[in-house]
């Protein structure tokens, strides 16, 4: 059984930053990838940032990209984003994920592609 707790989030004004963290247990979770996927009120859950199990591969949603950073420390089984520059449009919840496959290279943006779910962390960010 794998837990994800995310951590991190809160209400922020626009133009600052947050760091979530995602720390994980019960799989070994330095061999699979890990995302971040956003749900806003109303709208379908979406991507956000995704991190290879190596840690040297990132990827991002268009929307975030030049302004959010996902990380992971393999020896904390803790998985990072970095959120600065944040704007009322990045209100939503975030969830972090684990990848089906382990020890994937390939770029994994759809949901259906991770079976593992945290309970999600609130991030507001007032105009």
């Known amino acids: 059984q794998v837990q994800l707790v995310e951590s991190g989030g809160g209400l922020v004004q626009s133009g600052d930053s947050l760091r979530l963290s995602c720390a994980a247990s019960g799989r070994t979770f330095s061999t699979y990838g890990v995302a971040w996927f956003r749900q806003a009120p109303g709208k379908e859950r979406e991507f956000v940032a995704g991190?290879?199990?190596?840690?040297?591969?990132?990827y991002y949603a268009d929307s975030v990209k030049g302004r959010f950073t996902i990380s992971r420390d393999n020896a904390k089984n803790t998985v990072y984003l970095q959120m600065n520059s944040l704007t009322p449009e990045d209100t939503a919840v975030y969830y972090c994920?684990?990848?089906?496959?382990?020890?994937?290279?390939?770029?994994?943006?759809?949901?259906?592609?991770?079976?593992?779910w945290g309970q999600g962390t609130q991030v507001t960010v007032s105009s």
């Open positions: 994920a684990l990848d089906r496959q382990r020890f994937s290279r390939t770029y994994h943006y759809s949901a259906a592609e991770y079976d593992y």
């Open positions: 991190i290879h199990w190596t840690g040297t591969s990132t």
